[in-house]
């Protein structure tokens, strides 16, 4: 007996069904960057997408849960990148270099390459509790990432001997996530936000480590290195 056949046309309108959704699912993520949650409404979302306003409650139950899909898409594709970004990395890339490419990796991704991952982080304070509370979780893998990163630092003696690691970490993250919330693109370009935080963040870190051992990591950075 041969196998159970699909109905005709079925996978053509499973296609459209999915095609519209990831329609509406850009369309919001750039409202939301571009107006926050409070000025963001359907039927912009609707026209955006080039569908009809009652249709979007075919593929969302409500405009909360809309939203709660584009920030928590935004904040995985941050956690994704980075991770991927520093995987990559040599194994024997200095600790303070790996935090450079970090830096690099998270400004590209919310600055010039997601809509999603910005609009994550510049709505992150206006969301309703529930959206926020489900964010919790993803927040805490990232804020692991990066204590990982600084912590590694510290035990290569790359650290300010006088830093608080977990001070230092949490400004990192919040100079990091509050990018998005002043960056203006007729402004500069992102490779010149990327180039200018490195050199805040890392000058930051490293104040008072001797010269010498500074020196040092540098000439273990291997060339060609480029911001993701």
């Avoid at 196998?3 to 046309?9: K, S, V």
């Avoid at 960057?33 to 249709?55: C, K, M, N, W």
């Avoid at 203006?184 to 200018?196: C, E, L, M, S």
Wanted: charged residues 25%; negative net charge.
């Amino acid at each position: 007996m041969g196998r159970p056949r699909a109905a005709r046309g079925s996978s053509g309108a499973e296609n459209k069904s999915s095609r519209t959704r990831a329609r509406i699912l850009v369309a919001a993520a750039q409202l939301l960057d571009r107006h926050g949650y409070a000025g963001t409404r359907l039927t912009e979302i609707a026209e955006l997408a080039s569908v009809q306003a009652p249709a979007l409650y075919y593929y969302f139950p409500s405009r909360d849960a809309l939203v709660e899909q584009v920030v928590l898409s935004g904040q995985a594709t941050i956690i994704d990148h980075v991770v991927g970004v520093l995987s990559e990395l040599p194994d024997d890339l200095p600790p303070i270099e790996r935090v450079r490419e970090a830096v690099a990796a998270h400004l590209r991704i919310v600055l010039e390459t997601s809509d999603f991952s910005s609009a994550a982080l510049r709505n992150a304070s206006q969301l309703p509790e529930p959206i926020r509370a489900k964010l919790v979780e993803g927040q805490r893998t990232y804020s692991d990432i990066w204590r990982g990163l600084v912590v590694a630092c510290a035990e290569a003696g790359q650290l300010a001997p006088d830093l608080d690691v977990g001070l230092a970490r949490m400004f990192v993250l919040g100079a990091l996530n509050w990018a998005p919330q002043w960056f203006d693109p007729d402004r500069g370009p992102v490779d010149d936000v990327i180039d200018t935080t490195q050199r805040f963040i890392l000058h930051a870190l490293t104040r008072g480590v001797p010269d010498d051992l500074r020196d040092a990591v540098a000439a273990q950075a291997p060339a060609g290195l480029e911001a993701r």
